[in-house]
């Protein structure tokens, strides 16, 4: 054999057949799936990282590339040495990797590459997308490392290849370009830094200051939660009522289980909090969870912002964009207000939601993905259904299970647990020293109906935590709202007497209505004269006026 149009698999190829060894161009090879190389990739994408992985898959090409020129050296009989440096491509194809085309330019306006070559059934590209989806980077990663390393190795520089063009995110064929190290401009040197070991470094250096930063913050919640002696679901959620406690257990088990589910309540009871504990335990966990707000994108851009768009599809679309569908692919999308979705919409969510595809918007083709769809609204959507505004079989897609959760007013038992938690959490992030609530604080909490549910009871401990001039919140630090709350006539355990229960009612209704006594006296249903001498047996000063 001899030179690079002889190369010929069966001659470089050798079998023992006693000893089960193959040997490549005289050095041991391996035969190896590439599914196992495709999960192998998502797996490290999972646990370290995009960057990470592919520092790793790029260091591993650059080693085999190596290795390889090493190796076909001496393995083949050489007219000279210029084939020998140029048989990369040809050996890559005949490893079944990918098929390597080299490009010849004759006349270019810049300078010309030292090597360019367009590939086709590359492995690589063909297993990220089944394992991870289509990508917005090129994601021969191994592959451009294994041309750099031969590069390198026959031309004794450093050559290094880029892809410019690639499968994995959508273009027709990869497209490679490889220069010395000097010739890449300033503007493309950021790929560089995956052939070097810093660049892996670097990372897992990130991700251990990013744990230890995360061990410092839940050892300080844990202080300062144990300081106002808070305890927590594990889920970081309080449930002392037993509803709200059937709420997680429900949403645990159907966490398990890869379905649709809706989550319904008013608003600011903490939707958003329970479809997060259903995508933390369940085994898309260590993928994105990616939340919209239905209600805050207009209708014309919704299309966009869930299934993307191509370029040149609508002015202002310079490039073309996934959707929040494709980002979230493998994990969780969570589409709260999903009873805003205007009618033209539902049909097109109801078509992805079916066919687990999406159509980017200016596109003709379907993109297969894989979403777990949790969706929350305020709105009794059964009834929007019944008026028409709602379809129906959308409906029925997105209830698949149905987690209503109830208000705070319902769950007394949560409000001053979660005042607690919400108390200890704005007094680290403020970084006030507020131990607790007086009793009158906290009874006026039990005493307000929270119409904002527990978005309002966090925003008023917010504000006491900042209005507090002791170590705990008193009943002055409350909004006015709260503080006016008149007590209710539901009875505790500890039974009040009647007539203290009458003054606290009646000193309630005339904070809420200004100290004005006839407009108090009218909605009490009693005489003014009455109203009257109540307040001075209080000894209250509206009395004396």
């Not at 539902?346 to 999406?358: G, M, P, S, T």
Request: charged share 30%; glycine share 8%; with cysteine.
């Amino acid at each position: 054999m001899a030179g690079l149009e002889g190369l010929d698999l069966r001659e470089l190829l050798a079998f023992e057949p006693k000893g089960g060894v193959i040997r490549f161009a005289g050095q041991r090879a391996l035969l190896m799936d590439p599914v196992t190389l495709g999960l192998l990739r998502k797996e490290l994408i999972g646990m370290l990282g995009m960057t990470a992985a592919r520092g790793i898959f790029t260091r591993l090409g650059y080693a085999h590339g190596w290795r390889t020129a090493e190796a076909m050296r001496t393995a083949v009989a050489w007219p000279d040495e210029a084939e020998w440096r140029r048989a990369g491509g040809r050996l890559h194809t005949l490893m079944g990797q990918v098929r390597v085309e080299r490009i010849e330019r004759k006349d270019t306006d810049g300078p010309e590459p030292f090597a360019e070559a367009q590939w086709s059934d590359s492995y690589e590209a063909e297993q990220h997308l089944l394992h991870l989806g289509q990508a917005e980077e090129p994601v021969c990663w191994s592959l451009t490392g294994f041309a750099s390393g031969y590069l390198s190795y026959c031309n004794n520089k450093p050559i290094y290849c880029a892809e410019l063009k690639c499968v994995g995110k959508g273009d027709a064929f990869c497209h490679i370009v490889g220069r010395p190290e000097a010739e890449w401009s300033t503007e493309c040197t950021e790929f560089l830094r995956f052939y070097e070991t810093q660049c892996m470094e670097g990372v897992l250096g990130q991700v251990t200051e990013a744990l230890r930063q995360t061990e410092r913050k839940l050892r300080a919640k844990r202080q300062s939660l144990a300081r106002a002696g808070v305890t927590e679901d594990p889920s970081g959620m309080v449930a002392r009522a037993e509803s709200m406690q059937r709420v997680l257990n429900l949403a645990r088990r159907s966490a398990k289980v890869d379905t649709t589910i809706l989550v319904t309540g008013e608003s600011g009871v903490g939707k958003e909090r329970i479809a997060r504990l259903i995508h933390d335990e369940s085994g898309r966990s260590h993928k994105a969870f990616i939340a919209v707000n239905c209600a805050a994108v207009t209708e014309s851009l919704l299309e966009s912002e869930l299934f993307g768009h191509a370029k040149g599809s609508f002015t202002g679309a310079t490039n073309d964009r996934p959707g929040l569908f494709e980002a979230a692919h493998g994990g969780t999308l969570f589409l709260d207000e999903v009873g805003e979705v205007p009618p033209a919409m539902q049909a097109k969510l109801l078509r992805a939601l079916q066919e687990r595809e999406v159509r980017r918007v200016g596109e003709n083709t379907s993109r297969k993905v894989d979403v777990r769809v949790v969706a929350a609204t305020n709105r009794e959507l059964s009834e929007e259904v019944r008026l028409g505004r709602f379809r129906q079989d959308l409906f029925y897609r997105l209830r698949v299970i149905e987690l209503r959760i109830p208000p705070l007013r319902e769950r007394k038992e949560d409000i001053l647990p979660l005042a607690r938690l919400l108390l200890a959490e704005a007094g680290e992030r403020l970084g006030r020293r507020v131990n607790g609530l007086s009793p009158d604080a906290a009874d006026q909490l039990l005493r307000y109906p929270w119409p904002g549910n527990v978005r309002e009871l966090g925003n008023a401990v917010e504000r006491a935590v900042v209005l507090c001039e002791g170590p705990r919140v008193e009943r002055d630090d409350l909004p006015e709202e709260v503080r006016a709350a008149p007590p209710s006539l539901v009875p505790t355990r500890n039974p009040r007497r009647l007539e203290d229960m009458e003054k606290e009612y009646i000193l309630a209704v005339l904070a809420q209505n200004g100290g004005n006594r006839s407009r108090t006296a009218e909605q009490l249903d009693i005489g003014v004269a009455t109203l009257y001498r109540k307040l001075k047996q209080y000894g209250h000063p509206e009395a004396a006026h």
